[in-house]
């Protein structure tokens, strides 16, 4: 690999690896996208990257300017680091109940944070209008809106489903992962779709999220709840419009914590619960597919962004979740 001028362009290009677990308990090759790569150590950083060059293309943005954004976290990581290599602000606004890891790093970034109570979408108050609601009161201010900006997932389809289509040289059967914005599934669906229209592309739906329903029915309804962080959608994004979506599974907190553990125990991977989840859907579309099939996903962010809940026995605890014997430390 040859010297990277700079910081962005270390951005995309991320390695892909077996999964020999997941194949293996599927009788399949399972492979995973390591978005964990990135500088800023998730999926995020490409759509940080394409959402402030438009808005540069465009003329949005000015030297000096700055970027507001609501986010679960990751993408606030990747806008405060692509607004440092190009000399912007960031203002981020995040829902109190993300991980003091997220919040933590977003401040070492020198991102201005701003912290609201969750509530619903339907809800003012809630994290994506506060954070429209601050970028019109600034001059010189950008609106990310990862949500509804499909330079978002024009990022996963000229970067990640072309680089997964070579790394696995044209021979790809399936690829899932869930949704926070729908970039990443709706973006890599079609790029992928583009090159073979027989490839499968699925969705794998935390609970809480009403988009299994909406692939399944046609409703928008929702069941249960979840503590993954960065997914698990309501409505949909115009990132999610069009998405070419063969097959969905709903996929519980207690089965994407077991691929956490597991990838981290017997392969020394580190991953958040995205992940997990994103992995136990490719076990189930592998199942699907049939002995051999070859399927991708996304390993979205590293789990070191999560030692204070995934990886913390009380926090399990107080969630009613599994503890994993390794963790108990006897
Ligand atoms: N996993 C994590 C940890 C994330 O932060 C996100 C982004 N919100 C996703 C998955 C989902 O990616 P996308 O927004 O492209 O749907």
Known sequence: MPIAPNTLALIGNTPLVRLNGPSEAANADIFGKCEFANPGASVKDRAALFIVEDAEAR????PGGTIVEGTAGNTGIGLALVANAKGYRTIIVMP?????????????????????????????????????????????????????????????????????????????????CAVGTGGTLAGVGLGLKERDGDVRIALSDPHGAALYEYYACGELKSEGSSVAEGIGQGRITANLEGAPIDTQFRISDEEGLEWVRRLLDEE?????????????GAVRLAREIGPGARVATILCDTGFRYLSTLYNPEWLISKGLPVAETLRGD
Not at 59 to 62: E, N, S, W, Y
Not at 146 to 155: G, H, P, S, T, Y
């Open 96 to 176: 109190e109940t993300q991980s003091r890891e997220k919040m933590d790093t977003l401040r070492a970034l020198g991102a201005e944070l701003v912290l609201v109570p969750a509530a619903p979408y339907s809800n003012p108050g809630h994290f994506v209008h506060t954070s429209r609601r601050i970028a019109e009161e600034t001059p010189n201010a950008i609106w990310a809106n990862q949500f509804d900006n499909i330079a978002n997932r024009r990022a996963h389809i000229v970067g990640t489903a072309s680089e997964i289509w070579e790394q696995m040289d044209g021979r790809i059967d399936g690829f899932t």
């Open 268 to 280: 020394g991977l580190c991953l958040g619960l995205s992940s997990g989840i994103n992995v136990a």
């Open 59 to 62: 003329g949005l943005i000015r």
